[in-house]
């Protein structure tokens, strides 16, 4: 199975800063037939599902505000929130869907500092 | 709109089975794939398997192969999944998800959590 791997796994940013979550292949995700990379990027409300934010690594799911951010190639993926807001506090899972089985990182608990 | 609806929380004792449903609308019911996905410790998401819902091929994560079954109902636009064996680490919270695009693999929408509680 590849295993994904996010840091830090806890965050605190002030209200209007930057957060970076960082995400690990154990390897890489990145289909060169369709020269895509199959990392997606999930946050999860407590008592709620989680919500789609990016998929192919950086492209936004409709709706998704513009500040939420996703980049790399490969092993290396990175989700920025360009300036934080009170209700992006969550907790944030990179995914892969290059291989079956799908799997997720162990999440990144984003709060407010 | 999508709708993913599953059914209620569940309590069974260690040994039993549980079945859960997933009913869904608003989108052409055979055209698009359902995942289930758990929430594990930690809190961790780990995917369990899928359903191509109109061939009804599934596939499984290994260690769900022997326990976990996947079916449909097309004609109530339901998906199933039963999980056997039940231990305590089963204990938690099962969600069904429908892939984003069609004959998509990135998952876009889920339904609200079916919470299961083991215990004797």
């Known amino acids: 199975d590849i295993v994904m791997t996010q840091a830090p796994d806890s965050l605190a940013v002030s209200l209007g800063e930057r957060a970076t979550i960082n995400c690990k292949s154990s390897q890489s995700v990145f289909r060169s037939s369709y020269n895509k990379n199959y990392l997606a990027w999930y946050m999860q409300k407590p008592g709620q599902p989680p919500r789609l934010l990016v998929y192919?690594?950086?492209t936004r799911e409709s709706g998704v505000p513009e500040r939420f951010n996703g980049s790399g190639s490969g092993t290396d993926f990175t989700l920025t929130i360009s300036s934080l807001q009170a209700e992006d506090v969550a907790v944030y899972y990179c995914?892969?869907?290059?291989?079956?089985?799908?799997?997720f990182g162990q999440g990144t608990k984003v709060e407010i500092k | 709109q999508v709708q993913l609806v599953q059914s209620g929380p569940e309590v069974r004792k260690p040994g039993a089975s549980v079945k859960i449903s997933c009913e869904t609308s608003?989108?052409?019911?055979?055209?698009?794939?359902i995942h289930w996905v758990r929430q594990a410790p930690g809190p961790r998401l780990e995917w369990m398997g899928w359903i191509n819902v109109g061939t009804g091929k599934t596939e499984f994560a290994q260690k769900f192969q022997d326990r976990v079954t996947i079916t449909r109902d097309t004609s109530a636009t339901t998906v199933y999944m039963e999980v056997s064996r039940l231990t305590s680490e089963d204990a938690t919270t099962y969600y069904c998800?429908?892939?984003?695009?069609?004959?998509?693999?990135?998952?876009?929408?889920w339904g609200q959590g079916t919470p299961v509680a083991v215990s004797a």
């Open positions: 998800a429908r892939s984003r695009s069609m004959f998509g693999v990135v998952i876009g929408y």
């Open positions: 995914q892969q869907h290059f291989a079956t089985p799908q799997t």
């Open positions: 192919w690594a950086s």
């Open positions: 608003g989108y052409n019911f055979n055209n698009f794939a």
